[in-house]
Each structure stands twice: as structure tokens, then as C-alpha cells.
């Protein structure tokens, strides 16, 4: 494999994206981002607790009012609620549950044995829209995603005569997309999910918001992301690739059935591990179907009340962690209970930083509660948007332009959310938009904008990948590359959620587009 490297394209100095990225580089870790707004609404509480204001609560009719943290009490108060906030955090629980079923499949090989079967039997006619939905898919596989599907995309691209870093492009669009448009639910819906209803109580203590509120619109979503991903990567990236950046196609290095390769008995392991997922399936469906399930609230599957919505975690935990150890044991990969364990110990150290960032934002949610001080910006945003009187829909798109601009810098969804939700949810509850509508707005922006900022985490990853094909390549050439994508994303999943908001499509169970205090 020879490539042509005559007038490699570089990033010049001074340009628009080095600049952004010398920027971004300055900025500190999210978690001491988060301990400084912490510090801020602490010193705040104090200040504006000196103030009265003339907002009233919907729901207690009583004026509100800042509370010192600051006093005595507060700050024992805080003391005293140190441990019990973290644990409380309402992400933490549920994304370590989800993330140990997913640390089973991917530590025994099921994940990639399941990559490898979906990319086999991908057609050259359909190279594309396959890789696309491959990619989509993938992004239950988490971080390890990027470092799997990339090159063996890349690689099959190449095997084809057609430009490999044109599938890294069409790959991680995709990838990236599926976290907004995805065909079951991840790790990344709890997280939402937790932090958006901690922001709603702020407004409505009893407001609940499900796991999979907006999982019909993300399910809609995959549509337009793979049709993106396949006419962006058609009609323009890799016409463009083809003329900037020619590839001389020599003896390949390595061929597609090399890298998906699956001995006999991985092909075994995978056969039975798909009938347990398949046995899982049909043993639910048998359990909730009867009216009179113990998995039903008064009939219904879909009620915040029916149990088996309070299962959805521990389901996907199941649905994850059985097919992994079936795969494991019959390829040997396990060969005892202590593999299953390091397995799951080992992915939980993908999450170390998650640990530390959720301490202190619990420490940040806590005292943005108790102190008043989101309620009473919640109310004092809902003023300015009563007074400028803008249609709910352009909110909305404002609320997708902002999350886009601040999603340059900062990448994390979670740590943009856990400061943006305690802001953004109450303050269009006060104006009647629902905390699922504004979380659905929030994740369009966040998937479509990563794959073309140069702060995202796995861009060195790419790069080098890319390198591999061509050495010049450089965090322009990826940029340029992947812009198009993420244009097309935004416009596609915005269109896909005012389609659905339109028609009144549930976004997804137990979801709804507008809030009132009476319900």
C-alpha cells in the first residue's frame, strides 16, 4: 500500500482551527470547571440572599427566595450531604450497572465478534449505507468503537478501490451520529435521562422523566444519519479525497478477511451467544405480554409506574452481560467466574474520570438546588423569553445553536448537560416546553458537532489512523473532512425532530412536548 505525498495538505498557522484548538487546549478539566461553578453559586447564594425578588413558584404560590450556603448551617449542611450527594448523583449508579453488562460482551469478544459478522457480509454495492448502519449500532460498544470499527472500515474501503480514509469519514459520522439516532438504547441514556430529571425537580419535585424518553425520535433519527453519512461520503467527501489526497493502490497490507476473521470456534460462540440474546427476547415478550404482568402498571408496558421501565438498566445489563459470557466460555476466552470479573473490572476503568467529575458535580447540583439559585435563574430566563415572545420552536433551535458553539470546546455530552440541564430544563419548563423535548434538542447538537472539532477526545486516534494511508494527514485535513457530516447531521436530526414534534410522535415512552404546574 503506496500513497501519493506530493503537497501534503497542513494546517497553516494562525488559521481558524489551530486557533480553536490552541484555545481549547487552554482551558482547564471539566471537573475543575465544575468545582469553580461550584465555588461561583456558593459565593453567589450569599450575595443574592440579600435581594428579594418578585418571582413567584407555580407550584408552592410562594416568593423565591436565595438561600445563604454560606451560613453556618449551610455549610454543614454540605459537610454532613458530601457522601451522600455523590452517591446520590443519579447517573452514577445506573451508568456503572450499564456499563459492567456492556464490560462482559466487549471483554469476551462478542462485541467484536458482532462487528465482524455485520462488516463480512457488507456488499461493495452497499459499502456505504452498510458501513453507515454498522456504525450506528457500534456505538453501544462505547470507546471501543473508535478503535476497532475505524481501520477495518478504512481497510475495506481500500480493498475496494476506493479511498480508505473516506470510510474512517463515513465510519465515525456515523459512529458519532448514533449517539442522538441509534437503534437501542446505551450507556449515554441513563446519564441523560439522570441529569435531566434532577434539573426538572428543581421546578417540579415529582416530575420523573424515563429512561428511554426520547427513544423513538433517536430510532427515527438513524435514518437520516445513515443517508448523510452515505450521500456526504459519495458525493462529496471522497470525490474531493480523490482529487486532494490520490491513493496508489499497491499489494494490500493485510486484507478484509484477514481483520474479520472468526475461527471455528468464535463462529460457534457466536452462533449460541445470538440464541441466548434471541432466548432473552422471546422469554421478556412471554413475561410482559399477558394484560396482567407484574411487568405492567394497570395494563400498560409504557407508564412511568409499570415496573419494567424502572428495569430498563438492569435489562440492558442482562441483554449484554448473558450473550458475553456464553461467547466467552465456548471460545475459552472465559475459563472461569475470575474472568468474568476482570472483565468488568477492567471497563470500569474507562470511568475513573467519571467517578471524580460526578463528586464534585453532585457537590455543584446540590448547592445549585438548595440554594434557589437555579430556580431563580430558571424564572428570570423564562422572563426574557416571555418578553422577546419567540415561537417554541425557535427556542428550541437556539437551544441547538448554543450546545453547537459550546460543543467546539468541551466534548464531554455529560459534563456539558450536567451544567447545561440545571439551567436550560427549569427555564423552559417555566415557559411550558418539557425536560424530554429540550434533552432531545440538546443531543442533536452534541452528536452532530463532535465529529468536526478538533477537541473531540479520539481525533489523535483518528489521525493516526488516517496516517496510515496518507502521512500528511493533519487535524485540518480531518476537520475539513468531516464538516460536511456534521452539517448534514444537524440539519437532518433538527428536520427529524420538528417532524416529530409536528405530528405529535411520542419522542419517546413516557414523553411529552409541553409542561404545565397542573400537569
Not at 469553580?36 to 418571582?55: D, H, P, V, W
Not at 438492569?314 to 471460545?331: D, H, K, R, S
Request: charged share 10%; net charge neutral.
Amino acid at each position: 500500500m503506496t500513497t501519493d505525498n506530493a503537497n501534503p495538505p497542513t494546517m497553516q498557522k494562525g488559521s481558524f482551527l489551530d486557533t480553536i484548538e490552541r484555545v481549547g487546549n487552554k482551558i482547564p478539566n471539566i471537573t475543575v470547571l465544575i468545582f469553580f461553578a461550584f465555588l461561583i453559586c456558593l459565593f453567589l447564594s450569599y450575595f443574592l440572599s440579600k435581594i428579594s425578588f418578585s418571582y413567584i413558584h407555580p407550584l408552592t404560590n410562594e416568593p423565591i427566595a436565595v438561600i445563604n450556603q454560606l451560613s453556618e448551617q449551610g455549610m454543614l449542611d454540605l459537610i454532613n450531604k458530601l457522601v451522600s450527594n455523590f452517591m446520590g448523583f443519579p447517573p452514577l449508579g445506573i451508568t456503572i450497572v450499564a456499563t459492567l453488562g456492556i464490560g462482559i460482551a466487549e471483554g469476551s469478544g462478542f462485541l467484536q465478534a458482532l462487528l465482524k459478522k455485520l462488516l463480512r457480509i457488507t456488499p461493495k454495492k452497499a459499502l456505504t449505507p452498510l458501513v453507515a448502519f454498522v456504525a450506528v449500532v457500534s456505538h453501544v460498544a462505547s470507546d471501543s468503537a473508535y478503535v476497532f470499527l475505524m481501520p477495518i472500515a478504512a481497510l475495506m474501503y481500500y480493498n475496494y478501490g476506493r479511498h480508505p480514509l473516506a470510510g474512517i469519514a463515513a465510519s465515525f459520522a456515523g459512529l458519532a451520529g448514533g449517539f442522538s439516532a441509534s437503534f437501542m438504547p446505551s450507556t449515554i441514556d441513563p446519564i441523560m435521562q439522570g441529569l435531566t430529571q434532577s434539573a426538572a425537580n428543581i421546578i417540579d419535585p415529582n416530575y420523573s422523566v424515563n429512561v428511554l424518553s426520547n427513544y423513538f425520535v433517536s430510532l427515527g433519527g438513524t435514518i437520516g444519519v445513515i443517508g448523510v453519512c452515505w450521500v456526504v461520503t459519495d458525493k462529496w467527501v471522497e470525490p474531493r479525497l480523490n482529487r486532494n489526497i490520490p491513493i496508489t493502490y499497491g499489494e494490500n497490507k493485510g486484507s478484509t478477511e484477514e481483520m474479520t476473521y472468526m475461527s471455528k470456534q468464535e463462529a460457534k460462540g457466536f452462533r449460541y451467544a445470538m440464541l441466548s440474546f434471541i432466548g432473552l427476547c422471546i422469554g421478556l415478550t412471554l413475561w410482559a405480554y399477558p394484560q396482567d404482568s407484574l411487568l405492567r402498571f394497570e395494563g400498560s408496558l409504557t407508564s412511568n409506574q409499570a415496573p419494567i421501565m424502572s428495569m430498563i438498566v438492569p435489562i440492558i445489563f442482562i441483554f449484554f452481560a448473558l450473550p458475553g459470557i456464553v461467547f466467552g466460555y465456548v471460545t475459552g476466552k472465559f475459563k472461569n467466574t475470575n474472568d468474568i470479573v476482570k472483565s468488568m473490572e477492567s471497563i470500569l476503568t474507562t470511568l475513573i474520570s467519571f467517578f471524580v467529575f460526578a463528586f464534585f458535580c453532585a457537590q455543584f447540583l446540590y448547592m445549585f438546588k438548595v440554594s434557589n439559585i437555579g430556580t431563580l435563574l430558571a424564572f428570570s430566563g423564562a422572563d426574557m423569553l416571555r418578553s422577546l415572545d419567540l415561537p417554541s420552536g425557535v427556542t428550541i433551535v437556539g437551544v441547538i445553536i448554543l450546545t453547537g458553539i459550546l460543543n467546539i470546546l468541551i466534548t464531554s455530552a455529560s459534563a456539558k448537560w450536567s451544567v447545561m440541564a440545571s439551567v436550560l430544563v427549569p427555564m423552559l419548563m417555566a415557559v411550558g416546553i418539557s425536560p424530554e423535548l429540550t434533552q432531545a434538542s440538546f443531543r442533536i447538537s452534541d452528536s452532530a458537532i463532535n465529529v468536526a472539532t478538533p477537541m473531540f477526545p479520539f481525533y489523535p486516534l483518528l489521525i493516526s489512523y488516517c496516517q496510515k494511508y496518507f502521512q500528511g494527514t493533519g487535524v485540518g485535513t480531518l476537520c475539513s473532512m468531516m464538516i460536511p457530516y456534521s452539517i448534514g447531521l444537524l440539519l437532518v436530526l433538527t428536520a427529524t425532530l420538528f417532524i416529530f414534534w409536528g405530528f405529535e410522535i411520542p419522542l419517546g415512552i413516557g414523553s411529552q412536548y409541553h409542561w404545565s404546574p397542573q400537569g
